[in-house]
């Protein structure tokens, strides 16, 4: 399992009972996780100083519970890198701090080339890979067909003084934008994407992971570049394996790129403990 243990605004200061205490830089947060099924807590006293909890709701979703004023957003730091926080309707922050290690090794594949790496980000929510490649001297075309998260990751990359970098905000369909982009004759070194289990394109168009995937892939190809450095799937996408990530490449990857495959799990370890929270899964492919 490849770990994201070099952040200093985030921590996972305890977790039991399905539920993880998390630190984001000054704020302390509870959220739940269903991968957390044991029942001690390590730190029992260290909860009551959450400044807000979102409990799921039988009915479905939930609601956040709030114990102390919370700003509407606040910054936390990877590196050199600058992230907006803002407690969402659906238990989530914004941005998955587990992907800090796709980050770092995108970061480094970018500035091991002498040339400038055209990246495309699917399914791009608000930027976290954008910001890191854009960061690391790649220009990115970010898609999404969320309006509200595409202003969100221009928010990122401002804070991250990236605002004068190469970038291109896609608000549209995933599917749709590659087949333009295809017609258009225009390709990339890159690609990175990190699909919804579940979800609705900008008109409605409708996503389902395992019947989905392997086609977009597939049509991805087409707008891979004759040179290309990368391609990585991320996953949240319950009851799939990594090695699917990897196969679903494997099967697809062009034979005239020469590379090697991969594929494991991310997590974030638990400050002060041995334990380790799984976080999602990858495949990659790279030069």
């Known amino acids: ?12 200061l305890d977790m039991a009972n399905g539920e993880k205490l998390e630190r984001w830089n000054n704020i302390i947060l509870v959220r739940p996780d269903p991968q957390i099924i044991w029942k001690e807590k390590q730190n029992p006293q260290m909860w009551k100083t959450a400044h807000a909890t979102y409990n799921r709701s039988k009915q479905g979703g939930g ?13 936390v730091k990877y590196k050199n890198l600058t992230f907006n926080i803002k407690p969402m309707g659906f238990k989530h922050t914004g941005l998955f701090p587990e992907q800090a290690v796709n980050w770092d090794w995108m970061i480094e594949k970018i500035k091991s080339e ?16 954008t910001v890191s490649c854009l960061s690391a001297g790649a220009s990115v075309c970010h898609v999404d067909s969320s309006k509200g998260m595409v202003a969100w ?22 599917v749709k934008f590659v087949n333009r982009e295809i017609r258009r004759g225009n ?32 049509l991805c190809m087409k707008v891979l570049g004759n040179d290309p450095l990368f391609f990585l799937i991320n996953s949240y996408t319950t009851g799939i394996s990594a090695k699917v990530l990897e196969n679903i490449l494997k099967l697809n990857m062009k034979k005239q790129a020469k590379g090697t495959f991969s594929s494991g799990e991310i997590g974030l370890p638990m400050t002060g403990s041995n334990l380790v929270l799984p976080c999602g899964i990858y495949g990659r492919w790279e030069k």
């Open 153 to 174: 990751a221009k928010e990122n990359v401002i804070s991250s003084g990236l605002q004068d970098k190469k970038v291109r905000y896609i608000v549209d369909d995933v």
């Open 114 to 129: 002498k040339r400038e790496i055209k990246v495309l980000n699917l399914f791009a929510y608000t930027g976290g890979a």
């Open 187 to 218: 390709t990339y070194d890159a690609i990175v994407m990190d699909p919804p289990s579940y979800g609705r394109g900008a008109n409605g168009e409708v996503w389902q992971f395992e019947e989905n995937i392997s086609d977009l892939v597939s």
């Open 63 to 75: 609601a956040w519970d709030y114990k102390k004023s919370l700003p509407k957003s606040w910054k």
């Open 1 to 12: 399992m490849n770990i994201a243990n070099n952040w200093k605004d985030y921590e996972i």
